[in-house]
């Protein structure tokens, strides 16, 4: 089980990255929000994103997080007038029918216990017309995560955390979403290969922060190697998936 209160202390260092990195998310959600009523962003963490849509688009946000670790960091290191950070789990989401025009999850339908629950909270909590747009990593189509080259020991336990893309529709088809487009978004993750290998040490990533720790120094010196050769050259990518349900 995720500890999400040791994670959150470890969390920025090895996810947060600078904003003009991830420029490609900033263009492919520009055409899709609806900033007219506030964004709900579910499982905000420690307000990464929540800061990123006042920045980006000069948006209100409800950031909803269950475990009060992340959510002391977010209210310590990113407090916003445009931001109301609540603690909240997705499936009884504190906020009126109605009340939101778009809501977003980044790397945390994995995480969420009732996924069909959060389906019926969001389509009340959204309306008729609002959209729910999901980052994450699918099970069937996880062929872009980078730290999974070196870390085989991990590829079981996070293909099984993972959903599939089948399966995320299929959960909020019982609130009446219908899936809208599913586009791959690739980002810079780090400059490159050794950047990248400090940011895993940090292991910020809770399917890394699962295995024990044997197979994740494993991982460390396969990761460590490879940068030391210099064979990998230029940035390291993520792709991750972008879902839209409406």
Do not use: K
């Not at 990248?196 to 040490?201: G, S, W």
């Amino acid at each position: 089980m995720t500890d999400y209160g040791q994670l959150a202390a470890c969390y920025d260092a090895g996810r947060a990255v600078p904003l003009e990195t991830l420029r490609p998310w900033r263009d492919a959600l520009a055409p899709l929000l609806d900033i007219t009523r506030p964004l709900l962003d579910v499982g905000a963490g420690t307000g990464l994103w929540s800061m990123a849509f006042v920045h980006w688009f000069g948006a209100s946000v409800v950031g909803v997080e269950p475990s009060q670790g992340m959510l002391r960091r977010a209210v310590r290191q990113r407090a916003h007038p445009d931001i109301a950070y609540l603690a909240a789990r997705a499936e009884r989401l504190p906020v009126r029918d109605d009340a939101c025009g778009s809501a977003w999850l980044s790397t945390v339908v994995h995480h969420i216990s009732d996924l069909p629950a959060c389906a019926s909270e969001l389509r009340r909590a959204l309306g008729p017309d609002g959209n729910v747009l999901i980052r994450n990593a699918f099970s069937d189509r996880a062929d872009e995560i980078p730290w999974l080259r070196w870390f085989p020991q991990a590829r079981p336990a996070a293909l099984r955390r993972w959903p599939t893309v089948a399966a995320v529709v299929a959960a909020f088809a019982t609130a009446g979403f219908a899936i809208q487009d599913l586009h791959r978004i690739r980002h810079v993750a780090a400059p490159n290969l050794a950047a990248y290998a400090r940011t895993v040490r940090v292991r910020a990533d809770s399917t890394l922060a699962a295995i024990s720790d044997d197979d994740f120094e494993r991982g460390m010196a396969a990761l460590d190697g490879t940068a030391a050769e210099g064979r990998h050259a230029g940035p390291v990518i993520t792709g991750l998936d972008l879902l839209i349900l409406r």
